[in-house]
């Protein structure tokens, strides 16, 4: 399950994922994230992961193919979990991200408003 976060603005959004993401949900997310970039050159996001979250194959191959063809499109992104994979996961990506001139960051869930402070700027 997907769900927008309420602290969403007109360019920074905010997601709150629980549970195995299946390929509807994901084109449902990619489509909220290109009616911001139809008004907005660039947004901004925030993604909570829950313990639980995950993709199916067909969700993260929609997800990877997307991102991959709208890199430009990201000012940040921020993941917040206290699963140690996903920090391990952004620590790797983070570098090459910079390079795309995307700022990518990740906090624990303790950090929350940290995250959102930190994708708001």
Do not use: C
């Not at 997601?15 to 084109?27: A, N, P």
């Not at 909220?32 to 993604?47: D, G, I, M, N, T």
């Not at 917040?80 to 624990?108: C, N, Q, T, Y």
Request: hydrophobic content about 50%; cysteine-free; glycine content about 4%.
């Amino acid at each position: 399950m997907i769900k927008k976060l309420p602290e969403s603005t007109e360019n920074v959004l905010g997601f709150e994922v629980d549970g195995k993401v299946d390929l509807e949900q994901e084109k449902q997310l990619i489509a909220q994230v290109e009616a911001v970039l139809e008004k907005h050159p660039k947004v901004s996001v925030l993604v909570v992961l829950s313990d639980q979250a995950s993709w199916g194959l067909e969700a993260g191959y929609e997800d990877l193919k997307w991102a991959m063809t709208h890199v430009k499109s990201f000012h940040r992104i921020a993941i917040v979990s206290d699963r140690k994979i996903w920090e391990w996961l952004v620590a790797i990506d983070s570098p090459f991200a910079a390079m795309l001139g995307i700022g990518e960051k990740h906090f624990d869930m303790v950090n929350l408003d940290k995250a959102w402070a930190w994708v708001k700027e």
